[in-house]
């Protein structure tokens, strides 16, 4: 699994926003989520807000904070894992 956590600065909202592969991404029930790895490696989902989708990156405007790590790869395989217990 990897893990990638990038700030853009964006003057338009005058804030940095972290931007995530948008494979990371899994779309449900109208919403966006994430799977996350806290401090004690412990898997979560989270929702975000998505800003802006460029190709293969996506830039997260709520939901997710500075050098917060993500699923990078097969993140809707460990999100269905994730929901079924």
Not at 12 to 41: A, C, M, R, W
Not at 47 to 59: A, G, P, R, S
Not at 69 to 74: G, K, R
């Amino acid at each position: 699994m990897l893990f990638r956590s990038i700030l853009v600065s964006n003057n338009k909202i005058n804030k940095e926003l972290p931007s995530i592969s948008s494979q990371s991404i899994i779309f449900e029930d109208g919403q966006h989520y994430v799977v996350t790895i806290d401090k004690n490696n412990e898997l979560n989902i989270q929702k975000i807000i998505i800003y802006k989708q460029l190709n293969d990156i996506t830039i997260v405007e709520a939901g997710l904070e500075k050098d917060q790590q993500i699923i990078n790869e097969n993140a809707l395989l460990v999100y269905n894992a994730l929901i079924m217990n």
